[in-house]
């Protein structure tokens, strides 16, 4: 192993610059060349790709987005564009390939390593949907992202006496929307993983108004999606204002919390271990507070373990 290369791919998110810096220091500190690769695959089928040093990732461990910018990429799902992606890297003379992202990109990159080329994959998403870690890159900043929205909400929805109702990301995964919940003292957390019912949330929320509670929040996941419209029944069921918020793109940017920097730089670490040992094929990961690799297969394959404590507390102390 003597050059490697760091591409990020997918939704951009909060310490992915922190990975792309500790992949590249700790590369150069273990004398490989290393080599940055922008706008994800898209970027490794035009050839777009540089030396990196030391000072190339110089004050950006605090910055949000990545300097190496992402982006999704049609021609890398077809066999053809793969196979350009090869003959690039192997024309740059790059023995390995760190990617960083979500589970399309870790698709992608367990494709490329059938062809040869030594892949590691950082979890790099601010959704947590990747069942085999705990934590993705990005994903503590964007709940603490909700929780500043949702304190902000709690302080108007007070003054009105209305029902808010926030719209967070996380495509299917209910993870953001909970964490968030929860840790914003929300009343209701409506998430895909479990089922919904209308009535229910109208009459705790008219139970919650019989109490005396001023506010009411829901915080909504975007996999069940549709926030306007659920204001509107809620209006009409409860007869109490209500308003909702989609809090959107906001959710992708900022600068990274300590965790993710932290996360992300011991990430960076062990995807140059990994390489160096001659390993691919292999994703990143943490669990019980231990960073780990697993063999890329098994890792998409992980089913999602729901946590239903979580839940469960949610439910009660926000009663
Ligand atoms: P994320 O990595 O955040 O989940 P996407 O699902 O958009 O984001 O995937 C990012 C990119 O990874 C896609 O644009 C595509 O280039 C590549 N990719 C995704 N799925 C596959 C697949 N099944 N086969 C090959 N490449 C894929
Ligand atoms: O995967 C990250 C994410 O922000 C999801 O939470 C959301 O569904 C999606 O990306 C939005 O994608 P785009 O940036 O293409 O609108």
């Known amino acids: 192993m003597k050059t490697i290369a760091v591409l990020t791919s997918g939704g951009d998110a909060p310490g992915m610059n922190a990975a792309i810096r500790s992949v590249v ?20 089928i035009n050839g777009e790709i540089f030396e990196m040093e030391r000072h190339s990732v110089a004050d950006i461990i605090q910055r949000g987005g990545t300097i190496l910018r992402t982006a999704r990429c049609e021609e890398f799902r077809t066999e053809a564009g793969r196979k350009k992606a090869q003959n690039i ?20 990159a367990r494709l490329l390593s059938k062809l040869g080329i030594s892949t590691i994959g950082l979890p790099g998403t601010i959704d947590n949907d990747l069942a085999y870690t705990d934590y993705t890159i990005g994903f503590d900043t964007a709940t603490n992202t909700v929780l500043d929205a949702i304190n902000k909400l709690r302080d108007t929805s007070s003054s009105h006496e209305r029902v808010s109702i926030v719209e967070v990301m996380g495509r299917n995964c209910g993870d953001l929307a909970l964490y968030a919940g929860v840790a914003g003292g929300a009343e209701s957390v409506i998430i895909p993983e479990k089922e919904f019912n209308e009535a229910e949330l109208c009459r705790k929320i008219l139970e919650g108004k019989l109490r005396g509670k001023l506010h ?17 029944r809620v209006q009409e069921v409860t007869g109490i204002e209500t308003r909702a918020t989609v809090l959107g793109h906001i959710q992708r940017g900022g600068s990274p919390t300590a965790f993710d920097r932290i996360l992300a730089s ?13 390993k691919s094929s ?19 394959s992980v089913k999602r373990k729901f946590d239903d404590e979580l839940y469960n507390i949610a439910n009660i102390v926000s009663y």
């Open 89 to 108: 890297l192997k024309a740059f003379g790059i023995d390995g390939l760190v990617v960083i992202g979500g589970d399309g990109s870790f698709q992608g």
């Open 266 to 278: 011991r990430m960076g670490n062990r995807a140059v271990e990994l390489l160096i040992e001659g």
């Open 216 to 232: 009411n929040l829901v915080i909504l996941a975007e996999g069940v999606g549709g926030a306007e419209k659920l204001a509107k």
């Open 282 to 300: 292999r994703v990143v990961g943490v669990r019980n507070g231990k960073v780990y690799d697993d063999d890329i297969e098994e890792a998409l």
């Open 25 to 44: 220091r700790v590369g150069l500190d273990k004398g490989l060349k290393v080599m940055g690769v922008q706008r994800g695959y898209s970027g490794l």
